[in-house]
Structures are given as C-alpha cells and as structure tokens.
Nanobody
Framework: QVQLVESGGGLVQAGGSLRLSCAAS????????IKWYRQPPGKQRDLVAT???????YYADTVKGRLTISRDNAKNTVYLQMNSLKPEDTAVYFC?????????WGQGTQVTVSS
C-alpha cells in the first residue's frame, strides 16, 4: 500500500523558517520523482518544487531562493526547507508522486505565516 505522510507544518512569523517532511512507503523510493504542492485558502493547488531520481530540482518562481527541496533515499523521505517565509506562503502543503502509473497524494500539512 502506497502512503505519503507530510509533517512539519505549523504557525510561524514572517521571516521565519520551517522544514516539511514527506515520508513515503510502499514505493521504490529511489526511483520516484516527488513533488510538493500547496493550496492557499480558497485557491487552486499549485506546484511548488520537484525533485527527480537524480536529485535534480525545479522551483516555482514565487519560491526560488527561499525554499529548498531535498531527499534522503535511506529514509524514504523528501524535505522542503522553507526560509524567509511570507504571509502569502500560508497554505496546505501536499506531496505527490506517481507509482506504477497511479498518482498518490499525502493528506497535507498546514503552514500558516503571520505578519
């Protein structure tokens, strides 16, 4: 059974930092591209960052230079280090992967940035 579990969200002041984790099970983790998305209140879910099987990364323009995605294949976990947080980063953050032609999402973790 494939499972993605996000953690690390919380309430932080503007300018602060958080590190989100996405722990995966039931997949061949080292062969899986993992993506982070976020969904602000009342808005659509958008791609934030991607890390592929080679460690290559992609970032949305809105987060470049502030967020860093990384992976630890030994722990089957992808991280999203979030620095210099802004109120507009407030959202539910989700991780996503494809495995054996199916899409899987985690349940999400709430990040709230106060001004």
């Amino acid at each position: 059974q494939v499972q993605l579990v996000e953690s690390g969200g919380g309430l932080v002041q503007a300018g602060g930092s958080l590190r989100l984790s996405c722990a995966a099970s039931g997949i061949t983790f080292g062969r899986s591209t993992i993506k982070w998305y976020r969904q602000p209140p009342g808005k659509q879910r958008d791609l934030v960052a991607t890390i592929d099987v080679f460690g290559g990364t992609y970032y949305a323009d809105t987060v470049k230079g502030r967020l860093t995605i990384s992976r630890d294949n030994a722990k089957n976990t992808v991280y999203l280090q979030m620095n210099s947080l802004k109120p507009e980063d407030t959202a539910v953050y989700f991780c996503r992967t494809y495995y054996q032609s199916r899409e899987y999402w985690g349940q999400g973790t709430q990040v709230t940035v106060s001004s």
